[in-house]
């Protein structure tokens, strides 16, 4: 685990190897933005709120990646698909 600052706010990072990528997470306060290991059916069936980037090595790289899905729990506080990584965390804090 690591710690991530993002916009004056630190975050929790999570990396776990595969043997063929990385599986990542930034937890926030309310919820977390994963990569595309993580399945939304189950965010919505546990009432998670969870935002999914895809095509992301590092946490850099999901701070600026679009969401592609987000939970519906997700959408209630404004996770919307087509925002940044860097804007849902926000809006998960």
Same mark, same amino acid.
């Given at each position: @685990? /690591?710690?991530? %600052?993002?916009?004056?706010? /630190? *975050? /929790?990072?999570?990396?776990?190897?595969?043997?063929?990528a990385s599986i990542l997470l930034?937890?926030? +306060?309310?919820?977390? %933005?994963? &990569?595309?290991? *993580? $399945? %939304?059916? #189950? +965010?919505?069936r546990l009432n998670e709120h969870?935002?999914?980037?895809?095509?992301?090595? #590092?946490?850099? $790289? @999901?701070?600026? +990646?679009? !969401?592609?899905? &987000?939970?519906?729990?997700?959408?209630?506080?404004? !996770?919307?698909?087509? @925002?940044?990584?860097? /804007?849902? !965390?926000r809006k998960l804090s």
């Open positions: @685990m /690591e710690k991530i %600052i993002v916009d004056g706010k /630190e *975050f /929790e990072a999570w990396r776990i190897p595969t043997e063929s930034i937890r926030a +306060a309310h919820g977390f %933005i994963g &990569c595309g290991y *993580f $399945d %939304i059916a #189950t +965010a919505n969870v935002g999914i980037v895809t095509g992301v090595k #590092t946490f850099a $790289d @999901m701070l600026e +990646a679009r !969401l592609v899905k &987000c939970s519906s729990c997700a959408e209630t506080v404004g !996770l919307r698909p087509g @925002m940044t990584g860097r /804007e849902a !965390l």
